[in-house]
């Protein structure tokens, strides 16, 4: 069969959920027996997302392959429970700098070369590509912003040129949100919508489907309208309201029968119809038999009296996971690390949390109230996950106060100091010195051995394994001796470097700190071994401080 083609773009205003609504697109029709792939086009000039605020634009989600690319990555990976490449990912910046590479290159044969065509065929080339690398039927794009900016006019241009070329394999959704207005806050109005199809109409462009994005369900009087002001044929509004879990979205797609309108506008016959496993996971989301307390250390969430979960939403979704595979609901409060390094008595609210995570991060700030954290949860038993800077940070805090290296510390920190127990790796220095910080830190899968006995060996089940990574320091081997002397175990090492990957503290309910970022592999039908038995640890300690036994489900 030849390529269908599936974009999804925005209308009205940022933020109303296109990378979950390609993600669920995608999942369901991979539900009905379709081989299908994701692709996100970002419309900014980086390159990658590598060196993005995540304050800013949120989480930078590294692939095997090294990628550094946006958040939605992740959920699409989430949700097809694939893994995806750098092919799947590309911005203006990228596609730009390919095709300023070939002009050098003469690739172009001397031929002058104009945005338009060659920016929007680059596009093309790039999705079929991938599309090609995934051996997909069907590829999903998701095109960032806003319709009617500036910024992704060129990639509405390349939807315009491929459906000319393949008008019954390309389809457009609109993804528009759905303002409520009325003294209620009930009163759903389309207006903001028929001008978003309007700006889409001025490029060329007919959506062929609109996913109405409210906070409620979408009445058969609002569907009506929108069809009618936008020329849309009957059933091809589909409604999209908020939902408590994310993964419910594409159970709710399905009440509208939103594969079935896909399918008929791409002239696709389904070979079947499986959302049974999906159905399990939101009836034990919907149905929990208790409850985890999880307590989340970070700095990067804080922006002005909102709190922005997005810089840390891989974590996240990692230990909602873990939470519904034990059939329990997670209870995850942030936690500001400032707060510990100017109040050192604020510690003590650890206590009523069942288990504590610190997750990466770059930077000096918030240090010290991150470690004095550490300290209590390893003295107090309090489970404990340390991810990536998380797990240095814990290297750090036992060479202070175990092994009596009171100035131990990272070169990230205090080059001058005597004890850097967590160091950048040589080919690292050369590249900091020439303010190199793009895409040259260690990314990407690496190969870790475990030790046999240790929880991590234990919770994989398998001695090699392979976890992504996105950082440039490591713990210094030349303390590796010092620290297993005073009672540190260096449960995984990365053979081919001889780099710790894993530590962990002996005669803890669960104290384990990981180099690699586990949330970047965890999926909502697979938790990731680390985070499911950091949370199973979590519960038992709850139910042993209440002298209760642990429901762990059926599992």
Not at 87 to 94: L, R
Not at 267 to 283: D, F, G
Not at 382 to 399: R, T
Not at 420 to 431: A, N
């Amino acid at each position: 069969m030849p390529t269908k083609y599936i974009f999804v773009v925005g209308g009205v205003m940022s933020g109303v959920g296109k990378g979950v609504a390609t993600a669920s697109i995608a999942k369901i029709l991979q539900s009905r027996g379709f081989s299908v792939t994701a692709i996100k086009i970002d419309p900014y000039v980086n390159v990658d997302a590598g060196t993005m605020s995540p304050t800013e634009h949120g989480e930078v989600f590294v692939l095997d392959d090294g990628m550094e690319c946006d958040q939605d990555m992740g959920n699409y990976e989430r949700f097809l429970d694939t893994n995806l490449s750098s092919a799947n990912y590309m911005t203006t910046g990228s596609v730009y700098l390919s095709v300023i590479n070939k002009e050098r290159r003469m690739e172009y044969h001397g031929k002058q070369v104009e945005v338009v065509p060659r920016i929007p065929l680059e596009v093309i080339d790039r999705i079929n590509n991938a599309t090609k690398k995934e051996k997909a039927q069907i590829v999903v794009t998701e095109i960032g912003g806003t319709v009617g900016e500036y910024e992704n006019l060129l990639f509405l241009e390349a939807i315009k040129m491929l459906k000319l070329k393949h008008p019954k394999d390309v389809i457009t959704v609109l993804v528009s949100f759905i303002p409520a207005l009325g003294a209620g806050g009930t009163e759903l109005k389309t207006k903001p919508t028929q001008h978003a199809v309007r700006n889409l109409n001025s490029v060329g462009i007919q959506p062929d489907i609109i996913l109405g994005r409210a906070g409620v369900v979408l009445d058969q009087r609002r569907k009506e309208k929108i069809q009618f002001m936008c020329g849309l044929e009957e059933g091809d509004v589909i409604s999209a309201p908020n939902v408590e879990s994310i993964y419910e979205v594409p159970i709710n797609f399905e009440k509208d029968n939103f594969s079935d309108r896909i399918l008929k506008k791409l002239s696709l016959r389904a070979k079947t119809k499986n959302l049974e496993e999906w159905n399990l996971l939101i009836k034990s989301i919907k149905n929990p038999e208790g409850e985890v307390k999880i307590g989340i250390i970070g700095k990067y969430f804080g922006s002005g009296d909102f709190i922005l979960t997005d810089s840390y939403i891989s974590v996240l979704e990692s230990v909602k996971h873990a939470a519904y595979f034990w059939k329990v609901k997670p209870q995850i409060t942030w936690l500001d690390s400032d707060i510990y390094e100017k109040n050192p008595s604020k510690l003590d609210e650890l206590k009523s949390f069942d288990g504590i995570i610190v997750p990466g991060g770059f930077g000096n700030r918030g240090i010290e109230g991150k470690i004095k954290a550490i300290e209590y949860c390893r003295k107090n038993k309090i489970p404990f996950l340390g991810l990536c800077l998380g797990m240095q940070l814990s290297v750090i805090e036992f060479a202070k106060n175990m092994c009596g290296l009171k100035d131990a510390t990272s070169a990230e920190f205090k080059e001058s100091s005597k004890n850097i127990v967590i160091d950048v790796m040589p080919e690292q220095k050369v590249l900091l010195k020439e303010k190199k910080y793009g895409g040259t830190m260690r990314l990407g899968a690496y190969n870790c051995k475990l030790k046999p006995g240790t929880i991590s060996y234990k919770a994989y089940g398998e001695p090699d394994i392979s976890e992504r990574h996105r950082h440039r320091y490591e713990l210094n081997n030349e303390y590796k001796e010092i620290l297993e002397k005073n009672g540190m175990l260096m449960a995984g090492v990365n053979p081919e470097k001889n780099l710790i990957e894993i530590i962990e503290i002996p005669n803890h309910p669960f104290f384990v700190g990981s180099q690699f970022h586990p949330e970047f592999k965890s999926r909502p039908l697979r938790p990731h071994p680390l985070f499911r038995e950091f949370i199973k640890a979590s519960i038992k300690e709850q139910y042993q401080r209440s002298q209760l036994l642990p429901i762990f489900g059926n599992h």
